[in-house]
């Protein structure tokens, strides 16, 4: 019977969309990291011009 239900095309499309949204939430964060790596560097360029 666990075999039959793992089988089943819900089952599948309910870990596909798990897996999905893992994935999605990982993208975010890297997404996220970036942007902010990019605003800091961004931000120490302004600061080094400043202080000429």
């Given at each position: 019977?666990?075999?039959?239900?793992?089988?089943?095309?819900?089952?599948?499309?309910?870990?596909e969309n798990?897996?999905?949204?893992?994935?999605?939430?990982?993208?975010?964060?890297?997404?996220?990291?970036?942007?902010?790596?990019?605003?800091?560097?961004?931000?120490?360029?302004?600061?080094?011009?400043?202080?000429?």
């Amino acid at each position: 019977v666990a075999l039959k239900l793992c089988q089943s095309d819900p089952v599948l499309r309910n870990s596909e969309n798990e897996s999905d949204s893992s994935r999605q939430a990982v993208m975010e964060g890297v997404r996220k990291q970036f942007i902010q790596r990019v605003v800091s560097q961004h931000e120490d360029d302004d600061s080094d011009e400043s202080s000429d």
